[in-house]
């Protein structure tokens, strides 16, 4: 049986009523699609196919809370929101929901009868289903996932987070989450999404969050992939901004912790699409592979709209025989005069065998615009190594000092202070700096 | 505590320092004058351990060990520092941290646990201090943004952080303002000591009326031809190197 044929079988078993339409929709979209496989473009240097396997199973299962999903938990800052997913299905005993006014957190299975209109007007509109292979396969097969709606003017200064537990009980699962996020005009929160490898085999994942940002509302989404060794994992993050909307995005992807291994395949998505007028998109990441580990990430910021700016800041750090991929797209449409878009896409090598692609891809089809892009990739300066070795510094510890310095200005950039503090800690933890 | 015989240095392939010799007992201050471009920052980069400069032959013996045994953070931790011409800028390290590595760095190699925090702190106000630094640098990232006197500054600041036996100081006036030099050069005098041992490079006579040295060297053609007491820079300042090139011509 093909991996297609598979899940059709599988489709005709879900069920599932809730935008059915729409799901239906998806899937006969899903079944076009296919996975692809490296002769299609966008998947050149990232050849999923041959890494997925084709008895695949979408059906959600549930498992047991293991020592590894527990000791995390305990590990985290103390957070006021915490959702928490295994497998893909809602933990309500690990979460903690604080009621609070303006605000609703719940999980997506639920939002789908106590709050089906929102997610009848929301749910699948932005990711682009009838092009976008996994979105497809998201959309059609999506069991449950997190929503969060915050209504006009409120403002939640805690950081929401979301965890997302994978744990192989099955071998063959994979799993796909989603993230529904609705912010009403002048609204602002900040989110983080954090995916994680709970277990020692591989797993797969499939991940789509769509977020809607209104008129003036901002928001900062930090995606956290800090324990992918042995996962395969794809995440689609789409977003709209309306006028004078700030949107944020950081993915920070650790191939490799101190123990287990770095094998990984992930591939990120991300696209802001700036409809309103004035509104702002800052796209950053920071990715670490060791071992065999290929990290990409596929960006587009779509600028339909005057006088919008964007930003994007992509740093990885790349050692054995680990492979990244950066593609960085500005779409510039005509409307879209006084456009400020900037790009910067660095990577450091730290090994002969380590390697990346970088691609940006400018279109502008307006006239008044100030467009950037660099790309950079390289190794430690020389000069500096060197600089600190005549302090007395060893050439190891020089080396972690300076590649802490090249990682730490991406989390810089994160707005919540306990979610930076915690990735600070992590990024010290990661390269053994001591200070 | 230093003792350099026939040292032969080459950069790519060029013949830089030819059968270099100088001896430096502990206590004393020697200065090494020069024009340009006769091996004076050659010399201190290949004592300090930088790479791409390659010894071909000759001997250097620092505190009874043969310093080409020892790596560059090796030669530091033995108490050797090289205060850069050229200060080298590292954008998201705090000089907080980068002294803390360091100082730890040492104490390490002398078997000493890491310093505790509020000591290592004390330490770094006193410090700053000797060379009029205001704390505010103490968080900001090394030498990033720093004027060409400050970055100085904190050469020496570092020097005082590590106590070394052997300073190296590599042009540390050139650039200078004379408020800045005088700052540099007191700090460099209050670490003088019976114990520690300083080789002053410098193009110019100015900075040795301040950091007064034992003996003048005068460097051509990649050697020493011709050395003296503090009178000998002062003749230098005078009559310029001319006279140093006429006598040495057949060396270059």
């Known amino acids: 049986m093909s991996f297609t044929e598979n899940i059709a079988k599988q489709f005709a078993l879900i069920g599932n009523t809730n935008v059915a339409e729409l799901r239906k929709n998806a899937f006969t979209a899903f079944e076009k699609l296919g996975i692809p496989s490296s002769r299609h473009e966008e998947w050149k240097y990232t050849n999923i196919k041959t890494k997925l396997n084709e008895q695949l199973s979408l059906t959600p299962v549930d498992s047991q809370v293991n020592t590894a999903v527990k000791n995390y938990i305990s590990s985290l800052p103390p957070y006021s929101f915490r959702i928490i997913f295994l497998n893909g299905v809602f933990h ?29 007007k929301y749910f699948g509109k932005l990711v682009n289903y009838s092009e976008e292979h996994f979105a497809a396969l998201n959309t059609a097969f999506v069991n449950d996932g997190a929503f969060v709606h915050i209504q006009k003017n409120v403002l939640i200064d805690e950081p929401i987070y979301i965890q997302y537990f994978f744990t192989a009980s099955d071998v ?7 993230s529904l996020v609705i912010l009403e005009d002048g609204a602002s929160i900040q989110l983080a999404e954090d995916f994680r490898n709970a277990s020692n085999i591989s797993v797969q994942y499939n991940h789509v969050s769509e977020v809607y940002v209104g008129k003036n509302a901002s928001i900062d989404i930090v995606k956290l992939q800090l324990e992918v060794s042995n996962a395969i994992g794809v995440d689609t993050l789409e977003a709209q901004v309306e006028r004078d909307g700030k949107f944020s995005a950081a993915t920070i992807t650790f191939s490799s912790p101190n123990t287990g291994t770095g094998k990984a395949l992930i591939r990120n998505n991300v696209t802001a699409r700036l409809i309103g007028e004035n509104s702002h998109a800052d796209l950053n990441g920071l990715y670490f592979g060791k071992e065999t580990a290929h990290i990409d990430n596929h960006i587009l910021v779509d600028h339909i709209s005057p006088n919008c700016t964007s930003n994007q800041l992509y740093k990885g750090v790349l050692d054995d025989e680990s492979t990244g991929v950066f593609n960085g797209k500005i779409f510039v ?21 380590a390697s990346i692609n970088s691609k940006p891809q400018l279109e502008i089809f307006a006239d008044d615009v100030k467009c950037s892009h660099g790309a950079a990739v390289g190794q430690l300066d020389e000069n500096a190594l060197f600089y600190l070795r005549a302090r007395g510094i060893t050439k190891q510890e020089a080396t972690q000092i300076l590649t802490y310095a090249f990682a730490h ?3 810089e950039h994160v707005h919540s202070k306990p979610i930076r503090q915690f990735l600070c800690d992590r990024l010290k933890d990661e390269l053994k700096v001591n200070f | 505590m230093l003792s350099i015989k026939n040292l032969n240095v080459s950069i790519q392939g060029k013949q830089i320092l030819r059968d270099f010799n100088l001896e430096i007992k502990a206590g004393e201050i020697h200065a090494i004058m020069g024009p340009n471009g006769t091996g004076k920052s050659t010399l201190a980069s290949t004592l300090a351990g930088k790479e791409e400069y390659e010894v071909t032959s000759g001997e250097v013996i620092f ?32 000089t907080t941290n980068f002294m803390k590595a360091a100082v730890n760095a040492k104490r390490k190699h002398q078997g000493l646990e890491p310093m505790d925090a509020k000591d290592f702190l004390k330490l770094m106000r006193e410090k700053m201090a000797l060379v009029e630094m205001n704390k505010e640098f103490s968080s900001r990232s090394v030498n990033e943004g ?11 600041f570092q020097m005082a952080m590590l106590e070394p036996a052997l300073c190296l100081l590599d042009e540390t006036d050139s650039g200078l303002d004379i408020d800045a030099l005088r700052i540099v050069a007191n700090g460099v005098n209050k670490l003088r000591d019976a114990n520690r041992s300083f080789l002053v490079i410098t193009h110019y006579q100015r900075l040795l009326n301040y950091i007064v040295p034992d003996y003048v060297h005068v460097m051509y053609g990649g050697k020493i031809v011709k050395s003296g007491g503090k009178e000998l820079a002062l003749k230098l300042e005078e009559q310029g190197y001319d006279w140093i090139k006429e006598e040495n011509s057949e060396l270059v």
């Open chain 1, 333 to 353: 449409k005509p409307d879209a005069q006084k456009t400020n878009a900037f790009q910067s896409s660095k990577a450091l090598l730290l090994s002969n065998e």
């Open chain 1, 92 to 120: 309500s005993e690990l979460s903690i929901v604080p009621q609070m006014k303006g605000l609703t957190v719940c999980s997506l299975k639920e939002a789908f009868t106590s709050n089906s209109s929102l997610v009848e």
């Open chain 2, 63 to 94: 505190n009874a060990k043969n310093l080409f045994d020892m790596s560059a953070d090796e030669r530091a931790r033995e108490g050797i520092f090289l205060a850069f011409q050229y200060p080298v800028e590292i954008p998201g390290v705090s």
């Open chain 1, 409 to 411: 200005e991406v989390i």
């Open chain 1, 172 to 178: 063959n699962a994979f799993a796909q989450t989603r």
């Open chain 2, 146 to 156: 720093f004027s060409g006197g400050e970055k100085k500054r904190n050469e020496i």
